[in-house]
Each structure stands twice: as C-alpha cells, then as structure tokens.
C-alpha cells in the first residue's frame, strides 16, 4: 500500500507544474487528500486538500488563485496544479491519504522555482 508522487522538477518563476499522487494496493475513493509541502529548515505545512467527493476543496492563503487540487478516482489519483510559481514555492511536496485512522504518505517530489 503506497502512494507515489511525480510531476515535481524544475521551473522558472511564473511557470507551470502539475503534480500527480496516485495510489498503489488500494482506491482513493474514500479517502481525503491532502498535499503537504516541507522547505529546508521549515516545517511541514499544509498546501490544499480535497474531500473524497471532490466536492470540497481548500487552499492555504499563500497558494489560492494559484493552485488548483483535482481527483480522478476512475485513475486513482489526485493532482496539484500549480501555476505562477514562485521561488518561496520550492520544497518537497507529499500527498497523504486520510480516512477513519487509516493515514497514508508518500515519499514526496522535489519542486524547485528558479531561474
């Protein structure tokens, strides 16, 4: 049982990236999902989440109107589309799966915003 993150790299300021957090070993169907982020020498801060349903999203103040959180549960997957990135926007980015105590992470992807 895993979740796998992809879709990190590097971009210039300004640009585009859309992560993917898809699962292994079992569905996201029922599971809320929420992508993290941890810079170097910070803590590890909450990005957006998105209901099982996808009926239900938020955002941190410092990402909103710039990133978006999507599902395709037919893919079992969840993704962050992330646009106008800047360099505060670099760190590592992990999606976790969230259901009824059952708590899952991944081992995350590296974004770095840079010119």
């Known amino acids: 049982l895993q979740l796998v993150e992809s879709g990190g790299g590097l971009v210039q300021p300004g640009g585009s990236l859309r992560l993917s957090c898809q699962a292994s070993?079992?569905?996201?169907?029922?599971?809320?999902i929420g992508w993290f982020r941890q810079a170097p020498g910070k803590e590890r801060e909450g990005v957006s989440c998105i209901s099982s349903s996808g009926g239900s999203t938020n955002y941190a103040d410092s990402v909103k109107g710039r990133f978006t959180i999507s599902r395709d549960n037919a893919k079992n997957t969840v993704y962050l589309q992330m646009n106008s990135l800047k360099p505060e926007d670099t760190a590592v980015y992990y999606c976790?799966?969230?259901?009824?105590?059952?708590?899952?992470w991944g081992q995350g992807t590296q974004v770095t915003v840079s010119s």
């Open positions: 070993g079992f569905t996201l169907d029922y599971y809320a």
């Open positions: 976790n799966a969230l259901r009824a105590g059952l708590d899952y």
